[in-house]
């Protein structure tokens, strides 16, 4: 189980306008969360506040219940899933999946290392193509050894910051199919900011809207669609 929930959270830059005016948000386990809005509306703070990476003015970050708002990135168990430009072009399939895990030396065996990404490898259908160097991969399987990666660490929630933003029209569509795809089949709680309705509108269980740090509504894609 893993929900997180933001209650009034505000972020202040100096002493101009909040970027982040009094947001309160929650995201169930398993739920698929968009974050849309135009560009300067607070979004990658908003994100950051989360992961841990920028400082709360004010306000209240829970992480399974329990307030995180001083704990470090590390100690939230959360991913950020990177776009294929955060791959090892050295490393094989194998070695970019295992690579938290091997940061985190001392702690995982060979055995253990190899069982998990075996795992993550079967779930993601990259098992045939753990030899591989990710310049010999499709876009899609790119994304899914980024996925895989996250998945190794076991963190409670992936986080996307625009993740098909560089992407060609055609490559954004078939990327949307594939997260979309990878992340019911996993139910991990999902946390996915852009600023494309498209991807707004098709990707998540729930859209959170946000203009100039304050968010206008949070409702279903259909509630959103139906609305006059
Ligand atoms: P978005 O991700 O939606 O484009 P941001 O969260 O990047 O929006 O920015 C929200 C607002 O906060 C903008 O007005 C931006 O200029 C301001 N801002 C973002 N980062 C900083 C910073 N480090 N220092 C000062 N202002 C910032
Ligand atoms: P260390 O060298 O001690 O691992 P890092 O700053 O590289 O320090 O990262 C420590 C931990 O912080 C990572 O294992 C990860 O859990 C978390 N972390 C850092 N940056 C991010 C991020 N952008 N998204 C999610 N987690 C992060």
């Known amino acids: 189980m893993s929900s997180i929930e933001l209650k009034n959270l505000v972020k ?13 948000l929650d995201i169930a386990d398993g739920e698929f ?24 003015t004010s306000g209240e970050l829970d992480i399974n219940g329990k307030r995180v708002n001083d704990l470090a990135p590390r100690d939230r168990n959360l991913a950020m899933v990177f776009q294929n430009y955060a791959l090892y072009p050295h490393l094989t399939v194998f070695e970019n999946i295992a690579f938290p895990l091997r940061l985190a030396k001392g702690k995982h065996s060979d055995n253990e290392i190899k069982q998990k990404v075996n795992d993550a490898a079967d779930m993601l259908e990259l098992r045939e193509h753990l030899e591989r160097k990710p310049a010999n991969l499709s876009g899609g399987q790119r994304q899914r050894v980024a996925m895989g990666r996250a998945i190794v660490r076991e963190a409670d929630a992936f986080l996307f910051d625009e993740p098909l933003s560089n992407l060609d029209a055609k490559l954004r569509g078939q990327m949307r199919t594939e997260i979309a795809r990878m992340q019911r089949r996993l139910g991990v709680t999902t946390l996915y900011v852009t600023h494309d309705q498209t991807e707004a509108m098709t990707l998540g269980d729930r859209v959170a809207v946000l203009k100039k740090g304050v968010l206008q509504q ?11």
């Open 12 to 24: 202040k830059y100096g002493d101009g306008f909040p970027a982040v005016n009094d947001i309160s």
């Open 218 to 228: 949070c409702a279903s894609p259909r509630e959103l669609y139906e609305q006059p």
């Open 33 to 56: 969360m968009i974050l849309v809005g135009p560009s300067g509306c607070g979004k990658s703070t908003l994100l950051r506040m989360v992961v841990g990476l920028e400082d709360i």
